[in-house]
Structures are given as structure tokens and as C-alpha cells.
């Protein structure tokens, strides 16, 4: 049996310090894990990091479901990460479920939007058409 495994580490300024964005895959599993340096990190102390406290780091959160499968491209996986980092956490139950709630009532009011705009645009569809017809009856 043979398990694939590969990791990077991505170090960029964000706003006033400096982040390390940690990715991991592991057996087709996708985790990401974002450390803030502060001041910009040398090249000594980036490896002194990894050498010491990459094997604490936590990638996968502890439920294996919400890992998302690798994307081929690592530029895919890179705007995933970023995406998932900028998504604020919820701390306590209710506050998910009431985001949840919300993110259904956004769906549903797109749903509903999107309905409304179909019919206004038959319905004057439908005026057009009466319009053309009397014109070519004469009255």
C-alpha cells in the first residue's frame, strides 16, 4: 500500500504581516493551515519553522469530510485555500445554524428573483406580441 503525500508552504504579505499559507494532501485528502510570521521571516527562520513546529500543525481539523478533494492545479488549490481562510469561523452551534439560515434565505431570494424576472420578460414578450398582431389587423 502506498500513500501519496505532499505538502508546500506559501509565505506572502497580507495587509501588516507577513502569512504562511501550509498546504498538505495526504492520500487524497486536501488541508490547509495559515501562520501568521509577523515581521518578514528569513529564509533561517522559515526552515527553523518548519523543522520544529510543522509536525503540530493542524490540517485537517479532525473531521475528515470536510476535506475537499485536491484540485489538479495547484493555482486551484491555492485560491481554495485563500478562500477558505477568508471565510470567518463560527464559533458555537447556533451561529452556524443561523448562518446556514441565511444562506438559504440568500438562495431562495436569488431563486425568487431570477422567477420574477423570467415572467416580467414573458409578459412583455406576450405585450409585444398582442401589439405586433393588432397592428397587423388594422385596429
Not at 500500500?1 to 495526504?26: C, D, K, N, R
Not at 510570521?37 to 500543525?57: M, R, T, Y
Request: with cysteine.
Amino acid at each position: 500500500m502506498q500513500i501519496s503525500v505532499s505538502s508546500t508552504l506559501t509565505v506572502f504579505h497580507e495587509g501588516q504581516f507577513w502569512v504562511g499559507l501550509a498546504e498538505h494532501v495526504e492520500d487524497g485528502r486536501y488541508g490547509v493551515a495559515r501562520i501568521v510570521f509577523g515581521a518578514e521571516p528569513s529564509n533561517e527562520e522559515i526552515l527553523q519553522f518548519v523543522i520544529s513546529k510543522w509536525a503540530k500543525l493542524t490540517f485537517f481539523g479532525g473531521n475528515p469530510a470536510e476535506a475537499s478533494e485536491p484540485a489538479k492545479n495547484p493555482k486551484r488549490r491555492a485560491r481554495e485555500a485563500s478562500k477558505a481562510l477568508k471565510r470567518p469561523a463560527m464559533g458555537t452551534k447556533a451561529q452556524q445554524a443561523l448562518a446556514s439560515q441565511r444562506e438559504a434565505m440568500k438562495r431562495e431570494s436569488v431563486r425568487e428573483k431570477s422567477q420574477r424576472r423570467a415572467d416580467e420578460a414573458e409578459a412583455r414578450f406576450e405585450q409585444r406580441k398582442l401589439k405586433r398582431k393588432q397592428k397587423h389587423c388594422g385596429r
